[in-house]
């Protein structure tokens, strides 16, 4: 297996969804519908999936509740009831085709207690085994500022660096409060860092001290896109935390187990050109549904 060649990624769609609370009692966060550039109306997980399998990923698993594993089959390994098949446009009957071919390179994997979402990839760790893999948040979209998807751009960067990446984006340091943020020393301005440390939900204060980044306004941090570029290492940090039922807020968390692996075997930060769609709160939901159309 060649070490620069990337064929899989992994998708955690297992969490409760509780911002979207009562909507998520009914259905998952993960198959909310959002219309993508075409104006197609499709379940979020499928956009995902997509932007995957268009950057050449062969093989994607999605890391579900037991409960839910029907109805993601349902959407991703079944056709459609044959009532409902023949009632459909030609272009819908192909895209239906497209899917069931898309269904063949799905894997949907199990994670039977919601422990977090770093347990969340563990569940993967049997299905990657040694491999380096596309990490992909199951309540984020992606639209690329050039010809390039998202997607793409993070796996032509590992074919430089060969080592774990993960995507950043600029965020104001009124927001960076509820993310996961990063500092490192550039290499190629503006685009490529050598991450020298990761932080999750900041305070302004901690972070206008320790995570400023040389060239950025004061008030301007790097944040986590929700797309990383991993490698199989990070299983064994993963590993351990359970092992040890080392808990943050409760849960298995995967950026305390990305900070070990930095300082294991090095991390690149890629600030990527595009705009990465929040669809796990409702305002943010909202405007997801405004803007990822007029893309
Ligand atoms: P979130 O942090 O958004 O958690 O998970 P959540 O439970 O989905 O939503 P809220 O915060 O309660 O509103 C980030 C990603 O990790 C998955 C989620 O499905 C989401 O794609 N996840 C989270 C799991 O697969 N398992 C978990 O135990 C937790």
Redesign the pocket.
């Known amino acids: 297996m060649q070490k620069n060649q990337v064929r899989k990624a992994v998708i ?9 609370f009562p909507a998520t009692k009914v259905v998952k ?2 198959l909310f519908p959002i219309i993508d550039q075409d104006g197609r109306a499709k379940p979020v997980i499928l956009a995902i999936i997509e932007e995957a399998i268009s950057a050449g990923i062969a093989e994607v698993a999605i ?1 579900v509740q037991p409960d839910d594993k029907e109805i993601f089959e349902n959407l991703l390994k079944n056709p459609p009831k044959k009532e409902l098949l023949n009632k459909l446009s030609p272009q819908n009957q192909e895209y239906s085709r497209y899917l069931e071919d898309l269904g063949s390179r799905i894997t949907i994997l199990l ?1 039977e207690e ?4 770093g ?2 990839v563990f569940c993967a760790q049997d299905w990657v085994q040694d491999e380096p893999f596309l990490l992909m ?3 984020h979209i992606y639209a690329s500022d050039t010809e390039k998807s998202c997607a793409s751009q993070i796996l032509d960067v590992y074919k430089q660096v060969k080592q774990s990446i993960i995507g950043l984006t600029t965020m104001p340091a009124e927001i960076i409060h509820k993310a996961g943020c990063i500092t490192g020393v550039w290499q190629d301005i503006n685009s490529i860092l050598e991450v020298t440390q990761l932080y999750e939900k900041p305070t302004i204060e901690y972070a206008q001290q320790h995570l400023h980044v040389e060239g950025m306004s004061e008030n301007d941090f790097l944040c986590i896109f929700g797309l990383y570029l991993l490698t199989p290492k990070i299983f064994d940090f993963l590993a351990e935390h359970i092992n040890k039922n080392f808990r943050e807020r409760g ?1 298995f968390q995967l950026t305390s187990c990305l900070e070990e692996l930095r300082q294991e075997e090095g991390m690149t930060g890629y600030v990527v050109k595009g705009k990465c769609f929040d669809t ?1 709160l409702p305002d943010a939901y909202r405007q997801t549904m405004i803007d990822f159309r007029k893309i």
């Open positions: 955690p769609v297992a969490g409760f969804g509780t911002r979207l966060k993960e890391v994670q919601q422990l977090g979402y347990h969340a948040l199951g309540d849960e796990g």
